[in-house]
């Protein structure tokens, strides 16, 4: 027996706490998400009162202090993987919501835009409380359930992307945007509490060693299902984020009436997210079923055909049903993403190869808004929806074209060499 398959089969069953941990993620994902997105109605606001005077510089100095956050947290969310690959992935957890706890309660009390630049580079380097989630949960879930489990805990994050602005509307009239700061800096210390004291994760002396050993990347032995994951988490994120510059004045085009913009414009958003909230897992329980890569190369497609009707809507009612049900096809993506990478490479390296998936879906996130801001203003709008169409489809038949053929053979085999599993019930598992 190889020491890969020494390092994956003792952690193929899961953790015994996988249930609570996985509530406890769930939670503390959401709450960290809700305060790290209630800035967005005030920010621009914020800028202001912090001295900066010209509309210009208060449009551009709120694009650097909302990208800094992600900017920071796509170059460290591989280097918190890998250090949770030795060093436990509680730890990371703990960190990353000590850090956010500190960082966003010292932005009610930044002094000028500088210092609430600095901050939000400061979260993204020091958070990372929903990725190191996905890692704890994908690597202690038993395998035949990761997909639903990621695919929850997927909700709970998108659930959080949609509270959090309609939160940070409505407390700064009442305690006004310093205090709201402060506020979602104690939310924030409530999920540190609950998961330094109530999620439990076995100490592994042998993964330490075999994490410290392994090298990472070179621990993997096929490393296409990898890249084409992290090619696939890329795409998602620029599926959806290529959209947003320009759906206000795409809107503006098929609504009559000038006030309804704003507010169908934030429907349309919105539709998206919900889908995804809805099916990430059901999704993330039919990947368990029939596999992962069906459904990524399914879903992939799906959005790619539901993007070509959307160039040639004529009301505002037929672009929320598209943006709704292209949500919900995208929504198993990120579990079958993280679920795939798990079950990709030894658990001795997991946490720093999924840091790499967070780091590629970051890029797409910001490469997203630019490009399609680009394409919308100098070829037309419809161009960015048939672009990106294009780009899904591509990404599907690439995706299917690279899954491994022998998926299911490899699980079978590394359930063999589980220590804690009775010979019978394997034998069971090959002759069911």
């Known amino acids: 027996m190889t020491d890969k398959q020494l390092d994956a089969a003792s952690v193929s069953a899961g953790s015994i706490y996988w249930k609570r941990n996985l509530a406890i993620s769930l939670i503390g994902s959401f709450t960290t998400i809700v305060a790290m997105t209630l800035l967005l109605p005030f ?6 009162e912090l001295g900066v005077s010209d509309h210009a510089a208060i449009v551009q100095w709120s694009g650097i202090a909302y990208g800094a956050t ?18 436990g992935r509680k730890l990371m957890l703990v960190r990353a919501s000590l850090g956010m706890t500190l960082a966003i309660s010292l932005m009610g009390m930044a002094g000028n835009v500088w210092q609430l630049v600095a901050l939000r580079l400061f979260v993204g380097l020091a958070g990372g409380y929903s990725s190191g989630s996905m890692v704890l949960v994908a690597t202690q879930t038993p395998k035949d ?10 909700s709970g994050i998108m659930a959080g992307n949609l509270v959090g602005p309609l939160i940070g509307g409505a407390l700064p009239p009442m305690i006004g945007i310093r205090g709201t700061f402060l506020a979602a800096g104690a939310m924030i210390f409530l999920a ?48 959806n984020m290529s959209i947003e510059p320009i ?7 098929i609504v009559p009436a000038a006030d309804e913009v704003t507010m169908i414009s934030g429907i349309v958003m919105s539709a998206a997210a919900l889908g995804s909230i809805l099916s990430a897992s059901w999704l993330g329980k039919l990947a368990d079923r029939i596999g992962h890569w069906p459904v990524i190369s399914g879903a992939l497609a799906v959005a790619g055909l539901l993007l070509i009707p959307q160039a040639f809507v004529t009301s505002s009612w037929q672009l929320i049903i598209l943006r709704f049900l292209m949500g919900a096809a995208l929504g198993g993506l990120l579990p079958c993403i993280a679920a795939v990478i798990r079950h990709s490479v030894p658990d001795s390296a997991a946490g720093g190869i999924l840091g790499f998936s967070i780091s590629s879906q970051y890029v797409g996130q910001v490469a997203g808004p630019i490009l399609g801001g680009f394409v919308g203003g100098h070829i037309g709008m419809r161009a960015v929806f048939l672009g990106t169409s294009v780009l899904l489809v591509a990404g599907a038949a690439y995706a299917w074209l690279v899954r491994p053929r022998d998926t299911q053979t490899s699980d079978l085999e590394l359930d063999d060499f589980r ?7 394997s034998c069971s598992k090959l002759t069911s």
């Open 145 to 154: 359930r990761s997909a639903w489990a990621l695919g929850l805990l997927s």
């Open 247 to 253: 759906i206000t004045v795409y809107v503006e085009q």
């Open 419 to 425: 220590p804690d599993r009775p010979k019978s019930e």
């Open 43 to 48: 920010l621009p606001l914020y800028v202001e």
């Open 70 to 87: 992600f900017l920071a947290a796509a170059l460290v969310a591989p280097l918190w993987g890998r250090l949770g690959d030795i060093y």
């Open 192 to 239: 540190f509490l609950a998961t330094t004291f109530l999620i439990k994760e076995e100490k592994s002396p042998a993964r330490k060693q075999a994490a410290k050993a392994s090298g990472g990347w070179k621990s993997i032995g096929d490393k296409r299902p990898v890249i084409a994951m992290l090619a696939t988490g890329m795409l998602l994120m620029f599926a």
